[in-house]
């Protein structure tokens, strides 16, 4: 692990214009896909990104954007983030980067968790960002209470929720919508994730599961819907490849879907 920030003088997220944070209710229903495809298609739609990725015990994003190799350095500001671009406008912040080895884990009490995540809030040195997105650990946890007491000050803009269509995922969604009324974080709009299969060969999306259970949901909860991601292997494919979406399939119609998610927000 590497060492603490000793000295800061970052204004954490003070230069950063728009706070997003992205949950869950449950882990594998493709929170961090869409934390990471939310900044990868504002970064194209010409914003400065930054993905902070606070999923202490399971950090995938450095996997997702191949920067498994990657560690963070320090500045007399705080903790530079490792950025996917020459350009620095993509820039990621992850446990992943400041453990000694990838398959180390993250097994620590409540209390040393909350203090990583109120450093990742306070000390990373994010330079004029637009969009911060935050992708949380899935539930609602005592992480999720100290994230939300941290960034307290800074105001974020609110919350996307990712569900499954399967009921049971639906039901997890729930209880954080419940979550972001007692922490007064506004809801942004739900995303139905793996919301049907798009064959590879001729592009048809065929339902495998229900559809429309997140839609339903967010009319039930009179929150806006932004709209379904369907399983598309090409994105499971970049995603394992650790190569952008974007380059690899421009025309993708789920890269569309995505597109239309951002104008939304
Ligand atoms: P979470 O952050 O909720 O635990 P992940 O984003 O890590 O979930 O996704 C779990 C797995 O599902 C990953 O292997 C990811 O590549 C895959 N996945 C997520 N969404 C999609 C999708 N729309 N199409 C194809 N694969 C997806």
């Known amino acids: 692990m590497a060492a603490p920030v000793e000295q800061t003088h970052a204004s ?18 493709g929170k961090s896909t869409v934390s990471t495809q939310v900044a990868l298609a504002l970064r194209q739609a010409g914003k400065k990104v930054g993905l902070l990725d606070i999923d202490l015990c399971g950090p995938s994003i450095p996997k997702m954007l191949n920067l ?11 903790w530079v983030p490792v950025y996917v671009d020459k350009e620095q406008r993509l820039g990621v912040m992850s446990i992943g980067f400041l453990l000694n080895n990838r398959d180390d884990a993250v097994v620590w009490r409540g ?22 997105v935050i992708d949380t650990p899935p539930g609602t946890s005592d ?22 269509p399967q009921a049971v995922a ?5 209880r954080e919508l419940t979550f972001c009324k007692k922490t ?8 139905e994730n793996m919301s049907g299969y798009v064959c ?3 592009s048809e999306c065929n339902n495998i599961f229900s559809k429309g259970g997140g839609e339903g949901l967010a009319q039930h909860a009179s ?14 494919q970049s995603l394992e490849e650790g190569k952008s979406f974007v380059d690899l399939f421009p025309q993708s119609q789920t890269l569309e879907v995505i597109r239309t998610i951002i104008e939304q927000l």
């Open 143 to 164: 992480e999720h209470i100290t994230v939300m007491e941290a960034l307290k000050e800074y105001k974020p803009d609110g919350a996307i929720l990712v569900t499954t």
């Open 170 to 174: 639906v039901g997890d969604v729930r």
């Open 223 to 236: 929150v806006p819907f932004l709209g379904c991601i369907p399983f598309d292997p090409q994105l499971t």
């Open 184 to 191: 007064g974080l506004k809801i942004l709009g739900i995303i």
């Open 200 to 202: 590879p060969h001729c």
């Open 12 to 29: 954490g997220l003070a230069s950063v214009k728009h706070v997003l944070l992205v949950l869950s209710g449950k882990g594998g229903v």
């Open 111 to 132: 209390p040393k968790k909350n203090a990583m995540i109120k450093q990742f809030i306070n000390d990373v040195f994010w330079q004029d960002v637009d969009y911060l």
């Open 68 to 78: 498994e190799s990657h560690e963070v350095h320090q500045c007399p500001e705080g």
